[in-house]
Each structure stands twice: as structure tokens, then as C-alpha cells.
């Protein structure tokens, strides 16, 4: 069901929980309602629904959320979606995850589910820097770019998460930014859909500290800025980020093939 | 008929396991555990369960939390190097008081060590390596029978006091082979998991039984300090929740030992042992006793919450308590602060690799009681 009044987004919010830890003028909460309008036009329903975090502002996420909520350890929630989604496949299991969370500390659980390919789907809020700890270098910071931690500008290389999952094998992958709210919601619900590993990378702001390093603090025009940054026309990676949908294409499922073992082996009594 | 086996250690903590309905297995290679982990990947697809190689001992650590929280029996295996990645999993069960097993077959270290020679140096890390005060419960064998019952015993712990639970096991004992009797199916008490009862009234998910997620009841499940339904508390809340789950441990001390005790009556002198080092012990004390010397023997397989009444309750004939162990000296202290300066105590301690035999015990028993019968 496509839902558009405030009444209807609560339904699946934790409405005594908010208002949420983040900033005013942060890009998360439109990530929040994007996941929320996607996930009703799927009809799930809340039960069957589980979100888990990592540790940052975005791992967060769970809490506002009127879903099964698990929040992780830092890097860690791909592993522990895991374990959740091999003895419960019925479950649809959103994983929600920062830069840092999902390619730095995470990095490596990240590039395995993109290769084992488990039913889950992975929404990686990137903003460009650490913001939970204060606004420090993530593996995602572009060159130049002011942090704490690199004050005089970054000389590292950053990673690009959609080349990163389509090179691990990821089956569904996909670019979408805060400015675009109903790409962003369509995108999300075709990754929830995907039968597979599907990665989501949402280009979202972070005014408090990457706005203040870097001489526009103004969410407005952070927003806007995502928009000159990234081109929705373009099938290429160009000069601009392009958004949209790079891949979807589905592969044999792991619970699918595991299940199709036990079969086979005649263990299907237990568990 | 009981069934007679001839079983490596590794097999029987599998085999215990899978016993104990064990039905989700994650972890990463590592000797002297990967036996265990070998059987299970032939074993749990034929019956049903789960297993996962996973990409390292992290992901093996959080994978089996999820898997728990999914209503999985759910346990990995591994050794020193493993173990020490796993300790931010342990801490993250122990707070969300997730039941699961994590057995640890160490080995000689710090670091790489000797892989393929034994030791008891991960007494300490397994009840103290995760950050903060935590509650953990740490179980040892001896034999192999004893690595059967007591993997049954984590499970069944895990589930009851709904805390990560630690068996140490040791490179000599995963790969020793004797022969036992299997326990038969309903021989020894298993544990059921507790499941939310269809229609009832849902009860908040932590500081009562334990709900696995996805049955209807929505709540959520964090490493952060949290009140009955998961969600973030500080100050005093965050106290009662941390004083909680340690106490529901600590507390119950009498209930969570599991240890053998022998010829203590009219001891003079104990030999206090655990895990591999009971064998050699118990050859010492019997040698001893045939010689007519009041030796008693004190075997520990619950080593945390530590059995402290067992030392207050020494007969007062004791005057020597020795500690023989596998490491420069571990367990020792606990020993030795239990006892609290009734009765002398002395720790015995190889690094080399290799096991005590029972003429070090035996010899270093006579050392300092004499030949005085
Ligand atoms: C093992 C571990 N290391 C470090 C931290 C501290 N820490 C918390 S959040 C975070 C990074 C957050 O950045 P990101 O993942 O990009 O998420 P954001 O806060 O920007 O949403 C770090 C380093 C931690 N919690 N655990
Ligand atoms: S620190 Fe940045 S990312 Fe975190 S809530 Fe504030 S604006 Fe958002």
C-alpha cells in the first residue's frame, strides 16, 4: 500500500521513542521514512520484519522502528543478520549500517555477504565521515575533505560502495541520495524484494560535522548539493555519482540452496 | 545395551551438542578445534540444523547471537586466537543474556603460540576478556566422557541462566581418543528452549525467559544499557540492569558447580585440578593414598562463578591445598582467595607443551608434607 499521511507512517514507528538522536538537519530521518513508505508498499507486516544496526548515528535506525529492532556491534550487524536470516529465512531482514560500520570496521563481512549471497538487504547510510564519534575520516571521505582527523585535508583515496559490492558479486545494487526521496523509496523497495544480497548505498548529510568541516553547514544546501553531485540519467560512471540501479540481477539464494540440501539429505524434520 | 564408542574429544563435543539439540553451528578453522567444526558441517545439514563457515571468529561470535536470538540452539568452537576476536561477541551476549555455547580448545600462547600444543591460559581471558563486569559461566573436562556431559551442561546452563557459556577444552583432550559409553537419548537431562506461549500475554524480553524475535512480540535487542523491552537506559537503570545480570550468576554459585570430590574426609593435603590436569592428578592422589598419605583430591568442571564454598568447606585437617595447572598460574589465585589463608597454597605450573605427569604432583605433595602418614 503506497502511504503518504503522517497517521500512516506511524503505524510502523515507535512513536514514544522520538523524537530520534539525530541532529536537526540531518539526512537520516528521510532514510527512516523512505524505509518506512517502501516497507508498506510491500504489505509486510511488521512482525515478519527485522531491522537490524551497527553502531553509529545510523545504526540507530532500529530503535525507531515498530519492527523486530536488533542493534549490533560496530561493524558487526551483516554477522548477526546472518545468523538471524539462516534459521528464520521466512524473515525479510534489513540490515542498516553507516560507511565506517559497513566498509571500514565491517569491510570484511560486508564483501563476504556480497559473495555468499543471504536473502538481506543492506542500507548503507553514507555520509561521507564517522558521525557518532565526532566527525572523523571514514574509508568513503572523498579527497581534500576536512575531519578531525584529517584536518588538513584527506589524502586517502575513498572507497566507491557500489563498485565495491559489484566486484564482491552483490546480486541487487543501487545508489540512491536523501535529495531524492522517491527514487530513494522505490529503490528501497526493489532491494527489499530482491531475492538475494542487495546492497543499498544512500548518499545522506551530515551537517553537524561534515557540513561544519567543510564550510556549508546548511542542510538545504547539503541536500543540494547531493542533487550537483550525482546524475540519475546516467548509466556510466562519469564525472558526476550516478544514482539508480546498477544491477539486478538474481542468483541462487544461500537459505534457497541450503534448504535444498537439508532436503536432499533428508534432515528436514528438525529446526 | 549401552553403546560403547571409541571418540576423540572434539567428537564428543560435537556429539554433545547435537545432544543437547544443538541446531546452529557458526565458526572459522582453527586447531585443535576443527574437528568440531568438521562434524558439524556433516552433521547438522542431515538433521535439519544450520551451519556456516563464516568469514572469521567475529562474524562466527555474532552470527551465533543471531542465530539465538532467531530461537536457534546455537554454538561455535575455537582456540586462543579465535577466542580472543570473540570476546566483543561474549560481551555483546552477555548483556542481551543470549544463551549460547562458545568452547575453546586452547592452546599454547600468547599470539600464534604453539597451535598444536596444549595449555590452560585462556582461564582467565574466559572469564574476564570481554570489557566491563559481565557474567559468563566457564565450564572444563577431563576425559572424554566428561567433554560429552559437560558440553550438554553448557547448553543446558546457557539456557537456564540465559548467559553465554565458555568450555575450556585443551589441545591434549580434542584430540585423545577413549572409549566411552554414549550417553542414550534421555539419560541426561537436556534443556528445552523456552518458546512464547501462543495467546498469552506478551511479557518484556529481558529480566525473565528468554523470547526468541519474529513470534509476535516486537522488541529489540542491544549492546547498549537497556530496560525490560531493549531499549537505551542510563544512571540508575543502567546499574540494575548490569548488577542484575551479573548477580543471576554470581548468585548462584552452589547450583552452577560441577566438581568431584575425593578422600577429602581426613585430608591434609588437596590437590585442587581442572580439565587435563585432573588425569595426571588423579593418578597422583591414588599413588599416594596406596602409600597411606591423606591426600584428597578436589576436581573442578565449573570454574566460574567460582565454587568459593567448596574452599570454605574444607575439613579443617587440610594444611596444604596445591594447584597444579598448565600455565604460570591462573585459577590459583581464586583458589588461594577462597581458601583465605586456611590452609597453605601452592600452584604447580608446566609451559612447556606438554602435561603434567603424576610424579611432578605426587613428587611435590611429598615435598612439602613428607613421607608422614
Ligand atoms: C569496536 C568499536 N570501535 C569503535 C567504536 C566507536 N564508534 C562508534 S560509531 C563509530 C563510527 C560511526 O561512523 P559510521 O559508521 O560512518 O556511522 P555514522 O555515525 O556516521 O552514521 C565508531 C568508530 C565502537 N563503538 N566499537
Ligand atoms: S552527527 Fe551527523 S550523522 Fe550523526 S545525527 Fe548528527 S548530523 Fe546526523
Known amino acids: ?271 | 545395551m549401552k553403546t560403547q564408542q571409541l571418540m576423540q574429544g572434539n567428537e564428543a563435543c560435537a556429539f554433545g551438542a547435537l545432544y543437547a539439540g544443538c541446531n546452529f553451528y557458526a565458526g572459522y578453522p582453527i586447531t585443535p578445534s576443527s574437528e568440531i567444526m568438521e562434524i558439524m558441517a556433516r552433521e547438522l545439514p542431515r538433521r535439519g540444523g544450520v551451519f556456516l563457515q563464516a568469514e572469521d571468529e567475529i562474524a562466527s561470535i555474532s552470527a551465533v547471537i543471531g542465530a539465538a536470538w532467531g530461537g536457534a540452539r546455537a554454538m561455535t568452537a575455537t582456540s586462543g586466537p579465535g577466542f580472543s576476536l570473540m570476546q566483543e561477541g561474549i560481551g555483546y551476549a552477555a548483556i542481551t543474556e543470549t544463551p549460547c555455547v562458545v568452547v575453546d580448545s586452547q592452546r599454547w600462547g600468547p599470539s600464534t603460540g604453539q597451535p598444536t600444543k596444549a595449555a590452560q591460559g585462556d582461564v582467565m581471558q574466559a572469564i574476564w576478556g570481554t570489557h566491563g563486569d559481565h557474567p559468563v559461566i566457564v565450564l572444563t573436562a577431563g576425559h572424554v566422557r566428561d567433554v560429552f556431559e559437560m558440553t550438554v551442561a553448557a547448553f543446558n546452563l546457557a539456557e537456564l541462566y540465559r548467559v553465554p557459556v565458555v568450555l575450556l577444552l585443551d589441545e591434549i583432550l580434542s584430540h585423545m581418543r577413549e572409549n566411552i559409553f554414549v550417553p542414550e537419548p534421555g539419560e541426561l537431562e537436556v534443556i528445552p528452549r523456552s518458546r512464547p506461549v501462543n495467546g498469552a500475554k506478551p511479557v518484556a524480553p529481558f529480566g525473565g525467559p528468554f523470547i526468541p524475535l519474529g513470534y509476535g512480540v516486537r522488541f529489540s535487542v542491544t549492546g547498549l544499557a537497556h530496560d525490560d523491552w531493549g531499549f537505551p537506559v542510563e544512571g540508575p537503570p543502567a546499574e540494575r540492569l548490569l548488577r542484575r545480570i551479573v548477580e543471576k550468576v554470581w548468585s548462584k554459585a552452589r547450583e552452577i558447580a560441577r566438581y568431584e570430590a575425593l578422600y577429602l574426609d581426613d585430608a591434609r593435603a588437596v590437590v585442587v585440578c581442572y580439565g587435563i590436569v585432573s588425569r595426571p592428578a588423579e593418578s597422583a592422589v591414588e599413588a599416594l593414598r596406596s602409600e597411606g598419605l591423606k591426600v584428597g583430591l578436589l576436581t573442578l568442571k565449573t570454574l566460574w562463578p567460582f565454587p568459593d564454598f567448596l574452599f570454605r568447606e574444607l575439613p579443617t585437617t587440610v594444611e596444604y591445598v596445591l594447584v597444579p595447572e598448565l600455565n604460570l598460574g591462573q585459577l590459583v589465585r581464586e583458589v588461594e582467595r577462597a581458601v583465605g589463608g586456611r590452609a597453605r597454597v601452592e600452584h604447580l605450573g608446566r609451559v612447556d607443551g606438554y602435561l603434567l605427569t603424576p610424579e611432578q604432583i605426587a613428587g611435590r605433595v611429598v615435598e612439602n608434607l613428607g613421607r608422614r602418614v
Open chain 1, 1 to 271: 500500500m503506497l502511504i503518504h499521511t503522517a497517521a500512516e507512517y506511524d503505524r510502523y514507528l515507535r512513536t514514544q521513542k522520538l523524537p530520534t538522536v539525530w541532529c536537526p538537519g540531518c539526512g537520516n530521518g528521510i532514510i527512516l521514512k523512505a524505509f518506512i513508505r517502501a516497507v508498506a508498499a510491500l504489505n509486510l507486516s511488521q512482525d515478519e520484519v527485522v531491522v537490524v544496526g551497527g553502531i553509529g548515528c545510523s545504526g540507530r535506525t532500529p530503535f525507531f522502528l515498530d519492527f523486530n529492532s536488533v542493534h549490533t556491534t560496530h561493524g558487526r550487524a551483516l554477522a548477526f543478520a546472518t545468523g538471524i536470516k539462516l534459521v528464520r529465512p521466512e524473515l525479510t531482514v534489513a540490515v542498516v549500517m553507516g560507511d565506517g560500520d559497513s566498509v571500514a570496521i565491517g569491510g570484511n563481512h560486508f564483501i563476504h555477504a556480497c559473495r555468499r549471497n543471504i536473502d538481506l538487504t543492506a542500507i548503507i547510510f553514507n555520509n561521507m565521515i564517522y558521525g557518532q564519534t565526532g566527525g572523523q575520516l571514514a574509508p568513503t571521505t572523498l579527497p581534500g575533505r576536512r575531519t578531525t582527523t584529517s584536518m588538513w585535508g584527506n589524502i586517502e583515496p575513498p572507497f566507491d560502495i557500489v563498485r565495491l559490492a559489484l566486484g564482491a558479486g552483490a546480486g541487487f545494487v543501487a545508489r540512491g541520495t536523501v535529495f531524492d526521496f522517491e527514487q530513494l523509496s522505490e529503490i528501497l523497495g526493489q532491494a527489499l524484494a530482491f531475492k538475494g544480497f542487495a546492497v543499498v548505498e544512500v548518499l545522506t548529510t551530515c551537517p553537524t560535522y561534515f557540513g561544519r568541516y567543510n564550510s556549508n553547514d546548511d542542510p538545504y544546501d547539503m541536500l543540494h548539493g547531493l542533487k550537483d553531485r550525482t546524475d540519475p540519467n546516467e548509466a556510466t560512471m562519469a564525472e558526476k555519482l550516478p544514482v539508480g540501479i546498477f544491477r539486478n540481477e538474481p542468483r541462487p539464494e544461500y537459505t534457497e540452496l541450503y534448504r535444498q540440501l537439508v532436503e536432499k539429505l533428508g534432515g528436514g524434520g528438525q529446526r
